[in-house]
């Protein structure tokens, strides 16, 4: 079975700094990898989508690379401001329509 | 587009009580998902459909049913509600295909169980 870590669960940084959030699964043999935010008591936001052939996907400030070999995502965030503070998630879909979530980064950007 | 929308928001059911929470888009998205999400915990899949008249089981389908009889719905049945399904369930919708695999998320119902 498919297990997904992310780390730091939590994480709060001064604003316009860079940050990376980290995603590993366990098992390489992966569909896609998915990138979400959660603000409070909300339903999820797709922020990008990595097929299991490419190595990132970008969208204004976000960058996302994966690494399928070593089990490895990263969502690269620049210049943070206040607005970004949520819930990151990261989701990878597997074989058979399977798809698998970690418990997410909680990110506070203070003013 | 409304997207994907789900009703009730709320809902506190008393152990042994049956309900069903609904599911609709109207993005014409053959795949549909629905996920529970305990506090601090990530989406666990309980049920998915690829289509109307198709569904399967995911992660944790153990007290709860499904049926998709048309596209655009997808409802989930609780039938014996019990205290560990307190949760937030989400319905989601896809597209498949190309760069069409993205998910797009309801806003849930926050279901309590006493």
């Known amino acids: 079975k498919q297990e997904v870590t992310q780390i730091p669960a939590a994480l709060s940084v001064p604003e316009g700094e860079n940050l990376v959030l980290n995603c590993s699964f366990t098992?390489?043999?992966?569909?896609?990898l998915q990138w979400f935010r959660q603000d409070p008591g909300k339903g999820l936001t797709s922020l990008l989508l990595?097929?299991?052939?490419?190595r990132e996907q970008t969208s204004g400030r976000l960058n996302a690379s994966l690494d399928k070999s070593s089990g490895r995502s990263t969502l690269y965030i620049a210049a943070s401001q206040p607005g970004d503070s949520a819930t990151y998630l990261c989701?990878?879909?597997?074989?058979?329509?399977?798809?698998?979530f970690g418990t997410g980064t909680s990110l506070t950007v203070i003013p | 587009n409304a997207g994907v929308t789900q009703t009730p928001k709320f809902r506190i059911l008393k152990i042994g009580q049956s309900m069903t929470l609904q599911c609709t888009q109207d993005?014409?998205?053959?795949?549909m998902y629905w996920y529970r999400q305990d506090p601090g915990m990530g989406l666990k899949l309980i049920y998915y459909?690829?289509?109307?008249?198709?569904?399967d089981k995911g992660e944790v389908p153990n007290g709860y049913n499904v049926s998709r009889s048309t596209t655009e719905d997808f409802p989930l049945r609780l039938e014996l509600a019990a205290p560990s399904q307190t949760s937030v369930y989400f319905c989601?919708?896809?597209?498949?295909?190309?760069?069409?695999?993205?998910?797009?998320f309801g806003p849930g119902t926050r279901l309590t169980v006493l």
């Open positions: 459909s690829v289509g109307a008249g198709i569904t």
């Open positions: 098992d390489s043999a992966i569909y896609n």
């Open positions: 989701a990878v879909g597997s074989t058979g329509n399977q798809f698998y």
């Open positions: 989601a919708s896809s597209y498949p295909g190309l760069a069409q695999d993205t998910q797009y």
């Open positions: 993005m014409n998205h053959n795949y």
């Open positions: 990595i097929q299991s052939s490419q």
